[in-house]
């Protein structure tokens, strides 16, 4: 049968996905440690293929394990190519489940290559008067370049291609397509074991191709071939030659049935393409499903379905009289609301989302402040459990209005509580990289297609209330389905009572946190820059005058120079923008020059002048307070992040950063401030996980843990008998076990040899072998499991164990010793915080817990209340978790944050 349709796309998938799995130099994993980098590049070349060369047909080939007729002849076939990562192996069975349901020709056969499988279809297609169009990442396919078949190469990754057509074939090679296997013949292929003649590379090839044509020709004609050296090697070698050449051919015929119809471009399985992509977390291709029309109508089911809710739209105070009388009867309520995340300014609302017994409701708040505020009034007395996405920011935004409007009886019992967040459920089962929004996760748990909400900075009254309202009604409808599938999904994990005792509670307590704010002192803070100005100063003259002129100490390249050309510094590394001066290298430089730790003071001064004198201004409310925004959902520990600022990050442990500390106080005379810190939590934690009878021993019987370490370590008598030196060692060594410091860390940490902290790292686990055995445990499990636990149950995946490089796994291994107690850390100081937050609120206190900083909190305490909050900090913190050893707790009261520490 002649076909007379236009073209076939017959694409070689090994060498494609290879390619796109070294292309992106960033793994893409997904939250069930599955990568995917491999096939999303794939799936963007396959996308660019269909719509610009818009074949009528398609075929995908690929290899199989069983060894080819190649094998068998030469014995040496692909010998010693590196076995196939496994995060690039267990990609492979997707991308079929991909092709299977773009409905599209998958081919493989034991006993030959993708590529036979290419020649084969590809001559089928010109004897069936296709046009063929192979595409692949392996030059071995020119040699199929004719008339009607044109081979498309990857240039670069799998974003950019060299289309080969006969004419630019002899452009580029100086001969035809079909004598390519004879040039490879002759050159060999080292990527396929293929010999070819020794001493015989690309020009020679290419030279006696374009004189002698074939192989067979030239041995023909070997007496012929000039220079002599030539000759001999193709006399002696002619078997070879032909071997290679054989072993490079592309079989033609390989007898399997090539069928085009089978191979039509057809309609895609929809649903079972958006089942793979949402597993797999392709959110960039379900929303091109989407845009193209192509994605399932939205489900019209008892589970989801929009279109059966009631609507009532509210945008009058009359109005919510109707909505009190139904919330007044209610227990829980699905509640979102659209608006600004701003901590600066008072933030807006636009919108209120509220579905409750069957029945949506719409509060329309844009430019209506005051129907807003009587909402949050409303809001606030009644004892409501709130189901959503994100809602500490809709609590924060309801508590924040209040207060701005002096409400303060309602924004201090403000009785709705977080219950059930679905943001927070994900963060549970996928915990780590970046936070999806609320479309992704209805995707991905409940197979839910929805309408994302406009910005909260785009102009809203453009919008039509009836879309904006539809918009909401999908979202409650969206989470009615969603929230049980997810309590099952916890439940599976483990981590239901993790969700419900640790992370809901502790919505409630960020959102106070928020509210309260952290007063600033400018004045302060001016008095400070006057310092640190007056120091960069002087550093720069002195810095200048050491180098011997001046020159922009911010500039790596000007700085490097000087260093290393000018002084003549040892240990230069030069890239493409000069040398390197990163903090790594320049510490080492220390004792070499003075300038050194000049630069080192001066980078940190104008680095702390930057981020913080410059930058926490903008950060300040009008009533002079700075409200940073706490992350519940981002790191994979379980720790809590800060930004816009990050508080947590200021400096402490050296002065001109801690110095940064004075301009942070109470709001007024009336309080001080109080910090609580727990004392080595992360040590005691790892005695408990252990059960090392040494460290639990010495925390139950309140010895420096430091000092009984290294007495232990050095085979000392008794603690008077370490010295300082000794003590700082083991403390850098108790620490550093929890998060697999390494006798390369240790020795920089110490500036030590690696010989001399190997032996203290093997001294201390010879007298700490149950931390040992907890360690090597902790890798083995999590290499079995794929994930590590907290005490409380928490989950963290760690697929970098299953990496087939060496480093990544090294991490990997890091990181399944640490994250069990680290974690576990995480878990504690939040039960903390809930259980102080609680306690502050059940004794009538008007101290307020106003940050959280890793292992410390700190409260605004009225003056005369002192007392409470000490006994409430040291009770609710101690006893957050019941442990093999006591938790510590240092309390102290001062007139600033400097003075807490």
Known sequence: MIITQNKIAVIDGNSLLFRAFFAIKTPMITGRGVYTHAIYGFINMLSKVLDEMKPEYIAVTFDRKAPTFRHIEYES???????????????????????????????????????????TVSKSAEASGLKTLIITGDRDELQLVSDNTSVLVTKKGVSEFEMYTPEYFREKYGFDPELFVDYKGLMGDSSDNIPGLPGVGEKTASKLIKQFGSIENLVANADQVEPERIRNII????????????????????????????????????????????????????????KAGLADPLNDTLIYNPQSIEISIIDTIEGLELLRDVLSKAEEIILHTLGSNDHVSVPLVDAIYIYVKERFFCIWTRSNEELLLEFCKMLSSLNLKLTGFRLKDDIYRFRRMLAVNNENESVKNFTPKAFFDIGIANYLLAPGGSEPDFAQLALTYGNINVREAPDFDSNILAYDKDYITGLGREFCAAVRA??????????????????????????DTLAEIEVNGFTYDSAAMDKIAVLINKRVDELTLTITDLAGGAFNINSPKQLG?????????????????????????????????PIIE?????????????????????????DGKIRAHLMQTVAATGRLSCVDPNLQNIPIR??????????????????????ADYSQIELRILAHLSEDASLIEDFRSGFDIHSRTAARVFGLSNDDEVTIEQRSGAKAVNFGIIYGMSSFGLSEELSITRKDAEQYIEDYFKNHQAVKRFMDDSIASARTLGYTTTIMGRRRPIPELTSSQYMVRQLGERLAMNSPVQGSAADIIKIAMNRVFSALKEEGLESTLILQVHDELILQVKKGEEEAAFRILKREMERAAELKVPLEVDVKAAENWYELK
């Not at 993790?498 to 809901?504: N, R």
């Not at 007024?668 to 109080?674: G, H, K, P, T």
Request: charged share 30%.
């Open 482 to 507: 969603v929230v049980p599938i997810l309590k099952n999904c916890m439940a599976a994990e483990g981590v239901i009572d993790l969700f419900s005792d640790i992370e809901m509670p502790l919505v």
């Open 561 to 593: 120079e000087i260093l290393f050309e000018k002084l003549g510094l040892p240990g230069a590394k030069k890239n493409k923008n000069g040398y390197s001066t990163s903090a790594d290298i320049l510490e080492k430089l220390k004792d070499e020059h």
């Open 598 to 622: 000049l630069v080192l003071e001066y980078r940190m001064l104008v680095k702390l002048r930057g981020t913080y004198i410059e930058g926490l201004p903008g950060f300040v409310s009008k």
């Open 77 to 119: 076939y692909k010998a010693g190519r590196a076995k196939t990562p496994d995060e690039l192996h267990m990609q492979l069975p997707y991308l079929k489940e991909i092709l299977s349901a773009m409905n599209i020709s998958v081919l493989e056969m034991d006993g030959f290559e993708a590529d036979d499988l290419i020649g």
């Open 235 to 290: 006399i002696d070698n002619e078997q070879t030659a032909f071997m290679s050449k054989r072993l490079a051919t592309i079989v033609t015929n390989v007898p399997i049935k090539v069928d085009f119809d089978t191979m039509r471009i057809r309609e895609w399985d929809v649903p079972r393409l958006r089942e793979i992509y949402t597993e797999l977390e392709f959110r960039s291709f379900l929303k091109k499903l989407d």
């Open 654 to 675: 050296k002065e001109p950063g801690r110095q940064l500390r004075k301009a942070f106080v109470p709001e007024s005379e009336d309080f001080v401030l109080m910090g």
